[in-house]
């Protein structure tokens, strides 16, 4: 009987998928949750359009509220790099294709 290796490859994939959504859920809540006076966080630029460039991407991230610095600090440990910014240090055409493009981020 020769050996088929898709199942499990298969399995494993989907295990990683599910830990790899639960690490994202728990990073966007530790940035919502760390500080009561951030009111929004936005996903925003390639990743959240689903268009990376290429295999070292990044994630962007826009906040409204709260302390950057603060938020920074929890971006530190991620295992991917991560740009915050403030949302209303941008300027007003970056902004607005943040608020229009960009996928906020709930609290739940």
């Known amino acids: ?8 490859a298969r399995r494993i994939r989907k ?3 599910m ?3 639960k690490i994202r859920e728990r990073r966007k809540r530790a940035i919502l949750e760390a500080n009561p006076a951030v009111r929004r966080v936005f996903f925003f630029d390639s990743l959240a ?16 509220g709260g302390d950057i610095h603060e938020a920074m600090d929890l971006c530190e ?3 991917f790099k991560v740009d915050i910014v403030e949302l209303g240090s941008l300027p007003e055409l970056i902004r607005r294709r ?5 996928r906020e981020l709930s609290r739940e």
């Open 15 to 17: 295990d990683n998928a």
């Open 49 to 64: 359009e689903r268009m990376p460039r290429n295999l070292d991407f990044d994630i962007d991230l826009a906040m409204d």
């Open 98 to 102: 943040v608020l229009e493009k960009g």
């Open 77 to 79: 440990d991620s295992p």
């Open 19 to 21: 830990v790899m959504e």
């Open 1 to 8: 009987m020769k050996f088929n290796p898709g199942p499990y």
